[in-house]
C-alpha cells in the first residue's frame, strides 16, 4: 500500500469520550466529565470534535462509558450529528484509554474493514485552529502508510503530565522521525527536554492504517489485546484486560514505527485545570478572563466563570466559577489541592460533585431548576418523535406547562394536545405519558409535589421502562 492511494480509501474519526477528572469541578462532574461540559463556548469540546470528525472522515465512532450514552447521544443531535448504534462504543468500566482503543479498532475492523485509515480524536482538549488541524491530517494521510502518525505541538512550558516526543530527521515534508517517546516525566526531566528544543507535546491525534494500530498494540500490549481477542464481548473482556493507557503501554515503546508532524499553530491545549482555561480565554486590560456577568473594582489576573453577577473587590490571581448549584473559590496553582478535596467529596457522596443539573435521557434532556423537601421544578426537553413515560407515581402529584412544541398528553387514559401557555396537572398515582408530535422540540416545566421526591417514586407502564425518573 502507497501513500498516493490512502486518501481513496475509507476513514473513520474515532473519538474518545469516556473520561473523567476533578480539576474543573464544578463545571465538571462525575456524570458529567469535561468533555461534555461546555466551558469555552456554548458547544462542549465532544461537540467541537464531533463537527471535525464530520470535516475530515466518512464515518464516526465514538467510544465512551456506558453512564456517558445519552449525553454522548444527545450531544451530537444537538449539533445536527446523527450517530448510528453500531458506532457507539460503550465500556463497561474505565480501563484507561488502551482497552477502548483497541476494543473500538477491533469494531473498526470488522464493520469497514482493517485497511481503513483511523482518525484519533480525544474528545477533552480545545483546538483553536481548525485550519492547521486539516493541514496536519492532511500530511498525515500522506505518511501514514507504513508508520503511525503523531500530531504534536511545540511545548511552552515544562509540563510533566503530558507526553513528550522527541523529533528526528525529516521523513517527507513535514513529517518527522520518533526518535523517542517519554509519557509523564517529571519536572526536572520536562524542563531538560524544554531546554533541549527538539521535544514535542503528544496530542494523542493520531492517523494510521487501522490494521498497523492494532498489530502494534498485541505486539506490545497483550495484557490489553489478548481477552478481548479472546471474549470478543466488551463485558466479559473488562474483567480481565489490563488498565493502562496506550502511550505508555504502546508509543513509548515502538518509537521507530512512529512518525510525527509538529503542528506550530494549532493552539491545542489538553484543558486540564483551570489555569489552562484562563491561558486561552481573552483578558481585559487587567488581565482578568472572564465568561458571564461579572463587575469588578481593583481586581486583576483573576479567572471567573459564572452565569450569575459575579462581583469581585480587591482581588488578584483568583479562580471564581459558579455553576449555580455550586460555587468554587481558589487562588491560581491550586489543582492538586481541588483535586484531593473533589475526590474527598465524592467519598462522602455529596450530589453536587456526582451529578450535573442537566441530565441527558433518551427521550431528551432534564434541567433542574429547583429543589426543596416536598417540591422539584425541571425543565424537560423532548426530540421530535420521543416519548416520555408512561408511569405513575404514588407520592407526588405533577403540573407540565408548555412552553414551546405540541405535546400530547396522555393522563388516565384521557388524551389531550397541548401548545404553548397550556399546562394540565396530573394526580398522584394516575398513568401519564407525553409525546412530542411536532416538528420541534418540546419544552415543559415540570413542578412536582409530595411528601416523597426519592428516584424510586416510579412505576413504569406497558411502554416499557423510561429512564426519567
Known sequence: MGPSSLGDRMKVALILAGGFGTRLWPLSRKDFPKQFAKIMSDIS????????????????????????????????????????????????????????????????????????????????????????????????????????????????????????????????????????????????????????????????????????????????????????????????????????????????????????ILSEGLGWSDLGSFESVYELLQKDADGNARSGRVRYSNARNNLIISKRLVALVDVSDMIVVDDEDAILVMPKGSGQNLKELVEGMLRDGLPEVMEHRVRYESWGTKTILLTGDSYEVNRLKLYPGRSLGPKRHFHRSIYWQVLSGTAKVVV????????????????????????????????LIEISTGEYLGSDDVEFLDDGPDVSK
Not at 414 to 420: A, C, K, N, T, V
Open 45 to 260: 469540546t465532544y461537540q467541537q470534535s464531533l463537527r471535525r470528525a464530520r470535516l475530515m472522515a466518512d464515518r464516526i465512532v465514538v467510544v465512551t462509558s456506558g453512564i456517558y450514552k445519552y449525553l454522548a447521544i444527545g450531544q451530537a443531535e444537538e449539533i445536527g450529528v446523527d450517530l448510528e448504534e453500531e458506532d457507539i462504543i460503550l465500556e463497561p468500566e474505565r480501563r484507561n484509554t488502551a482497552p477502548a482503543i483497541y476494543y473500538s479498532l477491533m469494531r473498526i475492523s470488522e464493520r469497514y474493514g482493517p485497511d481503513t485509515i483511523t482518525l484519533l480524536l480525544p474528545s477533552d482538549h480545545v483546538i483553536l485552529n481548525d485550519s492547521e488541524l486539516l493541514r496536519a491530517y492532511s500530511r498525515a494521510l500522506a505518511a501514514a502508510s507504513e508508520r503511525a502518525v503523531l500530531i504534536t505541538v511545540p511545548p511552552s512550558k515544562p509540563e510533566p503530565g503530558l507526553g513528550y516526543v522527541k523529533l528526528g530527521g525529516e521523513l517527507s515534508e513535514g513529517v518527522r522521525e520518533v526518535k523517542e517517546f517519554r509519557e509523564k516525566p517529571g519536572l526536572d526531566e520536562a524542563i531538560r527536554m524544554l531546554d533541549e528544543g527538539n521535544w514535542a507535546w503528544n496530542t494523542l491525534i493520531m492517523v494510521f492504517r487501522t490494521s498497523l494500530m492494532m498489530e502494534l498494540m498485541e505486539s506490545t500490549l497483550p495484557g490489553v489485546t489478548d481477552p478481548l481477542r479472546k471474549f470478543g464481548d466488551i463485558e466479559e473482556a473488562y474483567r480481565y484486560v489490563q488498565s493502562i493507557d496506550v502511550s505508555s503501554g504502546t508509543l513509548s515503546r515502538v518509537p521507530d514505527r512512529l512518525a510525527a
Open 412 to 443: 388516565d387514559g384521557d388524551e389531550r394536545i397541548l401548545s404553548r401557555g397550556e399546562g394540565l396537572r396530573i394526580p398522584l398515582g394516575a398513568p401519564h405519558k407525553v409525546v412530542n408530535v411536532g416538528r420541534i422540540p418540546l419544552e
